[in-house]
């Protein structure tokens, strides 16, 4: 019997809790503590949105355990219930250890899986199975994102260390990615650019916003 689609890939949205002074601290001078943190949850549902038009099974992972629930994150759980999105927590002290965790857990279960960052808005359900179907070729996919990094990671076979040593958060990190594959003998493809939000001006145009 053939899977059905949406059990054949999995899709793992990474998001921090929404507290204010803790994220998008790039938009505070613009928008203010709260106002950044208004903007990281509509951010985080958009993006929720477009994976869950994708098809696929969608789980939400959350950057740390919590002793109490942030308030601003209640838009956000209530909308992963509509959808019975299920909810973990990513696993490792630096990014490249807890993409790698997630990806081996998600492949422990499905035939491939990736990584979509909450800060994404470009990535549609389209990309995402676009992104899908290049799995079928390669280990790896990456979607690039304008300014050097990337917007998705997918993989369908997972080696040791394989995003060790990658200078997260700069204009490195795809470039250095992709040759750490290069020398793990990891087969992958880059899908054509996207962009995230991290400035000003990508919050003004993912809000239409002009940014003159």
Do not use: M, T
């Given at each position: 019997m053939l899977l059905n689609p949406d059990v054949s890939a999995l899709v793992m949205q990474?998001?921090?809790?929404?507290?204010?002074?803790?994220?998008k601290t790039r938009l505070m001078p613009e928008l203010g503590a709260n106002g950044a943190m208004e903007a990281h949850v509509t951010l985080s549902l958009a993006v929720l949105e477009n994976l869950v038009a994708s098809g696929y099974t969608v789980r939400f992972m959350w950057d740390r355990a919590v002793d109490e629930t942030p308030q601003g994150a209640l838009p956000v759980l209530q909308r992963l219930e509509v959808h019975g999105v299920g909810q973990s927590l990513q696993q490792g002290k630096v990014l490249g250890e807890r993409m790698q965790q997630a990806l081996?857990?998600?492949?422990?279960?499905?035939?491939?899986?990736m990584i979509v960052g909450s800060d994404c808005p470009s990535v549609d359900a389209d990309y995402v199975r676009l992104a899908v179907s290049a799995l079928d070729d390669v280990d790896v996919v990456l979607g690039p994102s304008e300014d050097g990094g990337y917007v998705l990671i997918g993989a369908?076979?997972?080696?040791?260390?394989m995003l060790a040593d990658v200078a997260w958060g700069t204009e490195k990190a795809l470039e250095q990615t992709c040759a750490r594959l290069t020398q793990a003998g990891v087969s992958f493809t880059l899908l054509p650019q996207k962009w995230d939000v991290d400035e000003p001006e990508d919050w003004r145009r993912f809000t239409g916003q002009s940014s003159g």
């Open positions: 990474f998001s921090k809790w929404p507290e204010a002074g803790n994220v081996q857990s998600g492949l422990r279960e499905f035939g491939k899986a369908r076979r997972v080696i040791p260390d």
